[in-house]
């Protein structure tokens, strides 16, 4: 294989029977649509994303959670568009936008403001210090986090998008390692990798119990109103935790930190199938071309 080389800014995400490649300039997405052909979508990214805010430690992790959200909102909204042409439906914009807001609104409540009303009840009920009621915060999100992504996993739908996530995954490696991009190529990586999401979940949990050990004793509505309002933080000092350790992987103390990581992503990631790599593998080499020529036409 030839020397390790590695993406200036990369972002995937499985989306419905597809996967979402992200370089600085485009984003590309390949779905398998139900009469089996591959189809293909690319969209350029906005200036901010190559703006100086998006150097700026800490700053551009917050654009970099910005960039989760509405990106994967866009690759999901159009997968799911194709999916629908299959069976004569049709899924609007509306749709999606609500069932998006509604996501987003039961997730902070589930994984943000329910930890921390359990961490305040049981830190008075027990008349613990602050620190133990945060503690405990910590500990009640970082398990809500692990079933969530353990129990939806158990839906056959999710599993495929799993696999997707494995697939993605694969890819990357395979393009990092400078394998052929092919499918026997991509097959034998692994399905984990130190640069995912999830790695990022797990990240801002731990980094929540640091820095909400740190506010002290609080009333009720100020604990779980800083819980909301230091996300954007958490969220910078994570990504800067994240992309440390992923352009230090192969320093031996590194491999040892993200070894967490990789392991939550078993419960995000399943062995993908073929005709699943065969889809990432079109995504991302529809994204480097793309990439190539915005970077031409810059020149």
């Not at 503690?135 to 992504?149: K, M, N, P, Q, S």
């Given at each position: 294989m030839s020397q390790r080389r590695t993406l200036p800014a990369y972002g995937g995400q499985a989306v419905i029977e597809g996967v979402m490649m992200r370089g600085r300039r485009v984003m590309a997405v390949a779905v398998r649509a139900p009469d089996g052909r591959i189809r293909t979508r690319v969209e350029p990214l906005g200036r901010l994303y190559r703006s100086p805010l998006a150097r700026i430690?800490?700053?551009?992790?917050?654009?970099?959670?910005?960039?989760?959200?509405?990106?994967?909102?866009?690759?999901?909204?159009?997968?799911?568009?194709?999916?629908?042409?299959?069976?004569?439906?049709?899924?609007s914009q509306r749709d999606?936008?609500?069932?998006?807001?509604?996501?987003?609104v039961v997730g902070l409540a589930l994984f943000m403001a329910l930890p921390a009303a359990v961490g305040k009840g049981v830190e008075g009920w027990l008349n613990l210090s602050p620190w133990l009621g945060n503690?405990?915060?910590?500990?009640?999100?970082?398990?809500?986090?692990?079933?969530?992504?353990g129990l939806i996993g158990l839906n056959p739908e999710i599993r495929r998008l799993y696999g997707y996530h494995g697939a993605e995954h694969k890819t990357i490696h395979a393009f990092e390692h400078g394998a052929p991009l092919t499918v026997d190529g991509v097959r034998p990586f692994p399905e984990e990798h130190p640069r995912c999401g999830t790695a990022f979940l797990l990240i801002l949990v731990l980094v929540s119990v640091v820095l909400f050990s740190l506010l002290g004793p609080l009333d009720w509505f100020w604990r779980l109103a800083s819980r909301i309002l230091l996300l954007p933080v958490i969220a910078g000092i994570a990504y800067e935790y994240l992309k440390f350790t992923a352009a230090h992987v192969d320093h031996p103390l590194v491999r040892l930190l993200v070894k967490p990581n990789l392991w939550l992503q078993k419960l995000t990631t399943r062995p993908p199938s073929d005709d699943m790599i065969e889809v990432a593998i079109v995504a991302f080499k529809t994204m480097r071309q793309h990439e190539e020529q915005a970077l031409d036409v810059a020149a």
């Open positions: 430690p800490f700053v551009r992790g917050v654009i970099g959670l910005w960039d989760a959200l509405v990106l994967g909102y866009k690759a999901l909204h159009w997968s799911a568009q194709v999916q629908a042409e299959g069976s004569g439906e049709t899924l999606m936008v609500v069932s998006s807001m509604v996501a987003l503690l405990i915060e910590g500990v009640v999100r970082l398990l809500l986090v692990i079933a969530y992504v």
